[in-house]
């Protein structure tokens, strides 16, 4: 009897329960349908907008009114009723002066405008609404303060959005600086880098100088990556050469450091059937390498570690290095290659790698024409034709240059005096010719 009574008690509790969540879902509904209502109600609802006491949600309707339907007398009463609630609620007096505006009524929008501007001085929040509609009255004046708060202040979209009004209203690279502020000189430098406006970037280089490269490192590399892909090579290597690598031709051929993959850096990447990695050399070996591994589940095309090289046109060059292989497969194995960047010259090649070999030094002669700036130094593999066509193994490189052999390309050999004393004599700023001569 006792355990029955214990049931039953534990079976009323429980609908007890199931009730009271009931109630709670069926009250939380009622609640999210009147929120709903408030917020989305058109026809038959002038009684619950005559209770409505909330400045944003008056200040939502006027401004569906105004832009939704048009109905500027409805949008004004909302937005004077929601000024009433708050008199400093910032978004109601910016719907006001877009309101007076569409009306016809700009003196009246201009002042609620600079009103709004003393009001929200130290505000982040409705800023690029205030920037916008400060366009819309053509108050350049405000609209240069905001953007340029925007930008140094706030993050992320509205940043990039603030960015591309101001470069879309100032071509002038030192007008838009004057607007926008030298506190912003970094984010306008990458902006114009990022969308290729390389003349402008150009222009705010020298600030980036001052404010050191070192510092920020990352930035100027995208930049010198954008110089690259826009045919700019001659002063990304005069940047290059100055900052990143002083002392020779190829960048980091004992592969010091992690590829950059970018600027005149190492680029790798990790196509299906591939792996790379950096090895530490083992006992006598005590320079690190390269070590790209095959897996034997692809017939690979393989260009995915190069650099770009900048060099001195109508030169001849060779590329030497060491490099080992472990059982490598097919007819078509890796081979080293030199090809120009943006030019035509005949490639290089060396002959493909055995299967197997220990650390072996090699020699590759090649020459840079005169209408080149840069070559491109790189591992390839071509696809195999064969049924066996999967390619598996192991390479090392180790220890790569590039040496100027002192021979000139063309037999132009006057032409080409001529042409370096004259860059020579210009003083230009960013001269290239010779820079990379050891």
Same mark, same amino acid.
Not at 2 to 24: K, N
Not at 64 to 75: I, N, P, Q, S
Not at 304 to 318: E, M, N, T
Not at 343 to 364: D, G, H, R, V, Y
């Given at each position: 009897?006792?355990?029955?009574?214990?049931?039953?008690?534990?079976?009323?509790?429980?609908?007890?329960?199931?009730?009271?969540?009931?109630?709670?879902?069926?009250?939380?509904?009622? /609640?999210?349908?009147?929120?709903?209502?408030?917020?989305?109600?058109?026809?038959?609802?002038?009684?619950?907008?005559?209770?409505?006491?909330?400045?944003?949600?008056?200040?939502?309707?006027?401004?569906?009114?105004?832009?939704?339907?048009?109905?500027?007398?409805?949008? $004004?009463?909302?937005?004077?009723?929601?000024?009433?609630?708050?008199?400093?609620?910032?978004?109601?007096?910016?719907?006001?002066? $877009?309101?007076?505006?569409? @009306?016809?009524?700009?003196?009246?929008?201009?002042?609620?405008?600079?009103?709004?501007?003393?009001?929200?001085?130290?505000?982040?929040?409705?800023?690029?609404?205030?920037?916008?509609?400060?366009?819309?009255?053509?108050?350049?004046? /405000?609209?240069?303060?905001?953007?340029?708060?925007?930008?140094?202040?706030?993050?992320?979209?509205?940043?990039?959005?603030?960015?591309?009004?101001?470069?879309?209203?100032?071509?002038?690279?030192?007008?838009?600086?004057?607007?926008?502020?030298? @506190?912003?000189?970094?984010?306008?430098?990458?902006?114009?880098?990022?969308?290729?406006? /390389?003349?402008?970037?150009?222009?705010?280089?020298?600030?980036?100088?001052?404010?050191?490269?070192?510092?920020?490192?990352?930035?100027?590399?995208?930049?010198?990556?954008?110089?690259?892909?826009?045919?700019?090579?001659?002063?990304?290597?005069?940047?290059?050469?100055?900052?990143?690598?002083?002392?020779?031709?190829?960048?980091?051929?004992?592969? @010091?450091?992690?590829?950059?993959?970018?600027?005149?850096?190492?680029?790798?990447?990790?196509?299906?059937?591939?792996?790379?990695?950096?090895?530490?050399?083992?006992?006598?070996?005590?320079?690190?390498?390269?070590?790209?591994?095959?897996?034997?589940?692809?017939?690979?095309?393989?260009?995915?570690?190069? @650099?770009?090289?900048?060099?001195?046109?109508?030169?001849?060059?060779?590329?030497?290095?060491?490099?080992?292989?472990?059982?490598?497969?097919?007819?078509?194995?890796?081979?080293?290659?030199?090809?120009?960047?943006?030019?035509?010259?005949?490639?290089?090649?060396?002959?493909?790698?055995?299967?197997?070999?220990?650390?072996?030094?090699?020699?590759?002669?090649?020459?840079?024409?005169?209408?080149? $700036?840069?070559?491109?130094?790189?591992?390839?593999?071509?696809?195999?034709?064969?049924?066996?066509?999967?390619?598996?193994?192991?390479?090392?490189?180790?220890?790569?240059?590039?040496?100027?052999?002192?021979?000139?390309?063309?037999?132009?050999?006057?032409?080409?005096?001529?042409?370096?004393?004259?860059?020579?004599?210009?003083?230009?700023?960013?001269?290239?010719?010779?820079?990379?001569?050891?």
């Amino acid at each position: 009897m006792a355990g029955f009574s214990s049931y039953t008690y534990h079976w009323t509790f429980r609908i007890v329960c199931f009730l009271f969540l009931l109630g709670l879902a069926v009250l939380q509904l009622f /609640i999210s349908r009147q929120e709903q209502t408030a917020y989305s109600g058109t026809s038959g609802s002038a009684a619950m907008l005559g209770s409505l006491y909330s400045s944003s949600l008056l200040t939502w309707h006027a401004k569906r009114f105004h832009l939704l339907e048009g109905e500027m007398a409805k949008a $004004e009463g909302l937005f004077k009723r929601a000024l009433v609630q708050n008199p400093l609620f910032i978004p109601a007096w910016l719907g006001l002066a $877009e309101l007076r505006n569409d @009306q016809g009524r700009k003196p009246e929008s201009q002042a609620i405008l600079e009103y709004v501007d003393q009001l929200s001085a130290d505000i982040s929040r409705w800023r690029w609404d205030k920037a916008l509609l400060a366009y819309q009255l053509g108050r350049l004046d /405000i609209l240069s303060r905001d953007l340029s708060y925007v930008i140094e202040k706030i993050p992320g979209k509205s940043r990039q959005s603030a960015l591309k009004m101001a470069f879309s209203i100032w071509d002038d690279p030192q007008e838009l600086l004057s607007r926008m502020g030298t @506190q912003n000189v970094l984010y306008l430098f990458n902006y114009a880098a990022q969308t290729t406006q /390389i003349d402008t970037a150009l222009a705010f280089w020298p600030y980036i100088e001052k404010m050191g490269v070192e510092a920020n490192k990352k930035d100027v590399l995208t930049f010198l990556n954008a110089l690259i892909l826009n045919k700019r090579i001659d002063i990304a290597a005069t940047i290059w050469k100055k900052y990143f690598n002083s002392q020779s031709l190829l960048y980091d051929g004992s592969f @010091q450091d992690e590829p950059m993959n970018t600027a005149f850096g190492w680029r790798v990447e990790k196509p299906k059937g591939s792996t790379w990695r950096i090895e530490s050399g083992k006992g006598k070996e005590k320079s690190q390498a390269m070590r790209l591994h095959f897996s034997g589940t692809e017939n690979i095309a393989f260009t995915h570690l190069s @650099q770009i090289v900048p060099l001195a046109s109508a030169r001849k060059y060779s590329l030497t290095g060491w490099l080992k292989t472990e059982k490598l497969t097919t007819d078509q194995r890796p081979y080293l290659e030199v090809v120009g960047y943006k030019c035509n010259i005949p490639p290089a090649k060396t002959e493909i790698m055995a299967k197997s070999q220990p650390w072996t030094p090699f020699t590759l002669s090649f020459n840079v024409s005169e209408d080149c $700036e840069a070559v491109q130094v790189r591992v390839r593999r071509d696809p195999s034709k064969h049924l066996d066509n999967l390619l598996a193994g192991d390479l090392w490189l180790r220890d790569l240059e590039i040496h100027n052999t002192g021979e000139i390309e063309s037999s132009s050999d006057t032409k080409l005096l001529l042409h370096d004393l004259q860059i020579r004599d210009s003083g230009a700023i960013y001269s290239f010719s010779g820079t990379n001569n050891p």
